[in-house]
T-cell receptor
């Protein structure tokens, strides 16, 4: 079945460590997105990519980095520069062609900084 | 600035009663409109969407929403709530044809009492 796979589902890290969250899709979608979710804050856009080898910052990109070397993959690195990284991270994709904006989401990754 | 407002943070409805979740948006033009639902610790699932045409749209699980241009609203309704509807609901807006990311409201948590 087509879908979006995020891993790991749960991740713990110590302060000062970088961590990379994986997002893979087999929907043949052009566009991919990373959102951060905090209680009562809704979803806030971190980065998005409309095409391979290109990506744009969202509203809260500071302390995060991404790459888009393959159409299927859009990993997110949470760096030590991110001051409050404990959150639920959601990856999504959309067709990108005649884009209607509809997003398809993965199951999320919960990052906890100890 | 583009924004989505969901005025109700938390709503409790009796099982079998009707439901209305409010959503107002601020946008330069008529956007694409969406409602998503999220169960705890899960990704988001699309309930319904409005692109054009009939302003009353039907979705999955018996939900419907009505687009009112004059009020910049896109309220979600269900005539009879089931205990399994307890979840968090997000309204989202997006640009037409531009391929950029959706803007989400902060969500409304629905509790269902027996």
């Amino acid at each position: 079945d087509g879908g979006i796979t995020q891993s790991p589902k749960y991740l713990f890290r110590k302060e000062g460590q970088n961590v990379t969250l994986s997002c893979e899709q087999n929907l043949n979608h052009d566009a991919m997105y990373w959102y951060r979710q905090d209680p009562g804050q809704g979803l806030r856009l971190i980065y998005y990519s409309q095409i391979v080898n290109d990506f744009q910052k969202g509203d809260i990109a500071e302390g995060y980095s991404v790459s888009r070397e393959k159409k299927e993959s859009f990993p997110l690195t949470v760096t030590s520069a991110q001051k409050n990284p404990t959150a639920f991270y959601l990856c999504a994709s959309s067709t990108g062609q005649k884009n209607t904006g509809e997003l398809f989401f993965g199951e999320g990754s919960r990052l906890t900084v100890l | 600035a583009q924004s989505v407002t969901q005025p109700d943070i938390h709503i409790t409805v009796s099982e079998g009663a009707s439901l209305e979740l409010r959503c107002n948006y601020s946008y330069g033009a008529t956007p694409y409109l969406f409602w998503y639902v999220q169960s705890p610790g899960q990704g988001l699932q699309l309930l319904l969407k409005y692109f054009s045409g009939d302003t009353l749209v039907q979705g999955i699980k018996g939900f419907e929403a009505e687009f009112k241009r004059s009020q910049s609203s896109f309220n979600l309704r269900k005539p009879s709530v089931h205990w399994s509807d307890a979840a968090e609901y997000f309204c989202a807006v997006g640009p037409r044809g531009a391929g950029t990311a959706l803007i989400f409201g902060k969500g409304t948590t629905l509790s269902v009492s027996s």
